[in-house]
């Protein structure tokens, strides 16, 4: 059975930094492109980043890009996502996710979810 399990989200001031984990377990994903999304209060879910276990390709969203960064630990089969220069935007339960193709995992309709993590930016 996979598992996906976040932690680390939690109440910031704009502006604050938090890493969030993700720690995979039930298979080896050297062929699984892992990726983070959020959903805001009374909004859609959406992409946020991802990641291949292989070689470490990386990919943002443009609402993120220059203030999150997504990283693995093959060791732990973790994948974390260091989100700085947060703002009240930001607010949104936040899932990892996994999949082996990145069209589907982009898309939204990975294989494997999380049950996510909370953040919230206080202005």
């Known amino acids: 059975q996979v598992q996906l399990v976040e932690s680390g989200g939690g109440l910031v001031q704009a502006g604050g930094s938090l890493r969030l984990s993700c720690a995979a377990s039930?298979?080896?994903?050297?062929?699984?492109?892992m990726g983070w999304f959020r959903q805001a209060p009374g909004k859609e879910r959406e992409f946020v980043a991802h990641i291949t276990w292989s070689d470490s390709n990386t990919y943002y969203a443009d609402s993120v890009k220059g203030r999150f960064t997504i990283s693995r630990d093959n060791a732990k089969n973790t994948v974390y996502l260091q989100m700085n220069s947060l703002k009240p935007e930001d607010t949104a339960v936040y899932y990892c996710a996994a999949d082996r193709s990145i069209i589907d995992l982009s898309r939204g309709a990975a294989d494997y979810w999380g049950k996510g993590t909370l953040v919230t930016v206080s202005s």
């Open positions: 039930g298979r080896t994903f050297s062929r699984y492109i």
